[in-house]
């Protein structure tokens, strides 16, 4: 029996994005082939699984992990879906368990539950696996850290992307050089200057600073040279205090 470990599955406020402040389910999954320095997520596997009982209590249960597709399936449609925008599949990355998923998502699809996957956006033949069931893609683009660059394989996933909904999300802070995101900006113009970007200031951890106001300002600017719909949104469930 195919079975999927999870770390949480929780009902909050989505806080990041364009949609932010729509109410979601969270599947969050573990494990992640980067390591973002300023990410703020565990993403070990726990033995067990945490699942709130009551929706938007803070109250979770325990569950052994890894738990089953079946009994996975099972406890995501206890919730509400109805006052529930989508099911956000996120991590660590999801598509570290692209086998699962496309076990998973089919019958999420059946119940008529919305999928909106958040990714870091480096793993384009795992997307394509999973694809058909998703609605909404949430890709990060990375900028260069430790020596990385994923500049390919980000232009590779957002043209697979482009046959569903996505928009593309850029954690900056105040050491983040213009010339990444130059880079960054004509990558996306490159595929279609209509796909919906985010500068996300990031939030202030590990010596790492939130960009000045005068340099997120700028920032917005230069990238509406090339392309014509850019936000900056920072992390409103910090802000407010969800999950």
Known sequence: MLKLPVTEIFSSIQGEGPYVGVRQIFLRLPNCNLNCSYCDTVTTIPEQLRMESIPGSGVFDKIDNPISIDKLLELLITYDFSIHHSLSITGGEP???SKELQVLLPFLRDQGIKIYLETNGTLPEQ????????DIISMDIKLPFDGQVFWGVHETFLRYSLSKEVFVKIVVHEETR????QDARDLIAGVDPLIRTVL???TTTQGINTPKPHQLIEWQRFFLEKLTNVRVIPQTHVL???L
């Open 95 to 97: 598509l570290l368990w």
């Open 127 to 134: 997307l394509t696996q999973v694809l058909p069931w998703v």
């Open 240 to 242: 407010i205090g969800q």
């Open 200 to 202: 996300q200031p990031v």
């Open 178 to 181: 213009l010339q990444e995101l």
